[in-house]
């Protein structure tokens, strides 16, 4: 069930039609609950070296935007200023490197697997007892604020600063993006591309491998601050009044020096969903 749950959430975080960390009132009714469930195929690339990806034929989303406040599935805000141009929110969102690790389950994962040794004579003697530590990160809740601003017709530029409030790293991230909606073949297309900064600490706990979780001996590596990228682009075609065709497909560029860490094999990963929505 936390498996199912977890994906679900990380599915819905990464690949809802609206901006990933704040709200879209363009697109949204006020006072009204918005759900629907998308039946296709989707999912996320693990970059975490052995790493099961996320895979789902289902993606369910649930969001509701009040006077004050609102939910956009996982993600929870409360507004202290708006108005048709520009406002300034209250954020609680989901940080989304814990993921990676809930995910998977990641009590199989050790740094056998994730630090490959570049000799070929071992680095502990055979006859000692391994014990090694369980690779397990735990999924932090991040909140701050957020702020947008509509600089001509559909396309807004958001900018937003969150700090874990659940004691897990005591990082932070501060996130800019630009989006645009557009009518497309009768269909409304969206492209949004955004800049993601981790502070030292966020990384340092995610993707820092101890002696303790590493069967061969860890090479210098000294992580930092990392900066990543993302292009995600939609397209959702009406077919009737409950039914609609959709497609959401993002990439993440990563970090270099996060990509060329002990924990990270890939220079960055996908995440989308295409499938047929039924809206409630």
């Known amino acids: ?16 039609f609206a901006q990933d960390d704040v709200k879209q009132p363009q697109l949204i ?27 789902s034929p289902i993606l369910p989303s649930l969001a509701y935007y009040g006077d004050s406040w609102y939910f956009d599935d996982f993600s929870i ?11 300034i929110d209250l954020l609680g969102r989901f940080n989304d490197d814990g993921f990676f690790f809930e995910l998977d389950g990641v009590d199989k994962l050790f740094a056998t697997g994730v630090v490959r040794s570049s000799s070929g004579r071992p680095t502990i003697p055979s006859a000692s007892p391994i014990n090694l530590t369980p690779i397990e990160r735990n999924l932090s809740y991040m909140a701050g604020f957020s702020s947008a601003l509509n600089i001509y017709d ?7 600063y969150v700090h874990d409030i659940t ?21 409304i297309a969206g492209i949004e591309a955004g ?22 001996r860890l090479l210098s590596y000294n992580l930092e601050s990392a900066t990543n990228y ?23 560029w990563l970090d270099s020096n996060l990509a060329n860490s002990h924990m990270i094999n890939k220079n960055g990963y996908f995440s989308g969903f295409t499938g047929i929505t039924y809206h409630f």
């Open 195 to 216: 800049i993601n900064y981790k502070n030292e600490e966020l990384i340092d706990y995610y993707y820092t491998v101890s002696p303790t979780e590493s069967k061969t």
């Open 29 to 55: 009714k006020k006072s009204t609950f918005h759900a629907s469930v998308t039946l296709g195929y989707g999912g996320i690339e693990n970059p975490v070296l052995d790493a099961d990806d996320v895979i």
């Open 230 to 252: 993302y292009l995600k682009v939609s397209y959702e075609y009406p077919i009737s009044d409950n039914f609609s065709v959709d497609f959401k497909l993002k990439h993440t």
């Open 167 to 187: 004691n897990v790293h005591n990082g932070y991230e501060i996130l800019f993006n630009g989006y645009q909606a557009f009518t497309l073949f009768s269909g």
């Open 1 to 16: 069930m936390k498996r199912l749950f977890g994906s679900m959430c990380c599915l819905a975080a990464s690949t809802a």
């Open 77 to 87: 805000g409360y507004s202290l200023f708006e108005s048709e141009k520009f406002y």
């Open 154 to 160: 559909d396309i807004w530029l958001s900018a937003a």
